[in-house]
């Protein structure tokens, strides 16, 4: 399937292109949700997500019961997509009730680093609500809390086009491969990347439910994306830009 990531930044740090020879993080290896021929779109990376206070950082629980999921192509693909926080604990994600059709699994590795685990944090949520968003038709925006105004506008523009408005995905995403490095060109911004596959995925029709024809995997199906982050005024870090994508083979570690 394709996932859509707004791309701005015109190089990609040397650090993050080169293969994971000596890469050692405790990562899991997850299924994705795009299928084959379109662009991403992301972001990574995701969204002001439901717990009041914690936009950024996604590292506690919200005590509000989640909503019932999703479900694309049948009754309650008309009701608003509005996921609620569910965080097991400190360093954990924020999980979107995506539908039974659609797993996406993400790497647990975190920096040692306490300021760089709260950025692949934020990353991590924000490319799981954008996801959402596009597993949604649009619908849901809780990407927002994750990024700066900048980003913002691109992204929603991003996902009000008719390929995302008219479509949803199911199968598995993985996102694995996760590296955090500190920006060679921004004083104080964290760059984190990660691998993503979405070879078992496929784009389906929204309200059908129906997979979309012509959908072969390729080597465009396994890639490394970049989101760079900055801190925000209230502290907490948002996705500012995306680097180039790293495609398969280059990013030969991205492919299992």
Known sequence: ?????????????AAL???????????TRVA????????????????????A??????LVACSSPPPPAFNPGGPASTAPATPVAQSSGPGSVVMPPFGKNARIVMTDYLPKDAEMAKAAVADKDYELAFLYAEYTGGQSDDWAGYVGRTMEAQVRA???????????????????????IRDPAIAGNLDVSACFDNAKAVNTDLKSGAVLPGQVPSNDNYYRFTDQLAKASDGQWQVVSNYPIVYYPQAKECKP
């Not at 399937?1 to 740090?13: A, D, E, K, Q």
């Open 1 to 13: 399937m394709n996932h859509r990531h707004p791309i701005r930044t015109p190089r990609l740090p």
């Open 17 to 27: 292109t080169r293969p994971a020879a000596t890469h050692t993080a405790n990562t």
């Open 32 to 51: 994705s949700p795009r299928a084959a021929t379109r662009p991403l779109a992301r972001t990574t990376t995701r969204a002001a997500i439901l717990c």
């Open 53 to 58: 206070g914690l936009i950024c950082s996604g």
């Open 158 to 180: 991003l996902l009000a086009k008719p390929d995302v408005t008219t479509e949803s995905f199911k199968g598995t995403i993985k996102i694995f491969g996760l590296r955090v």
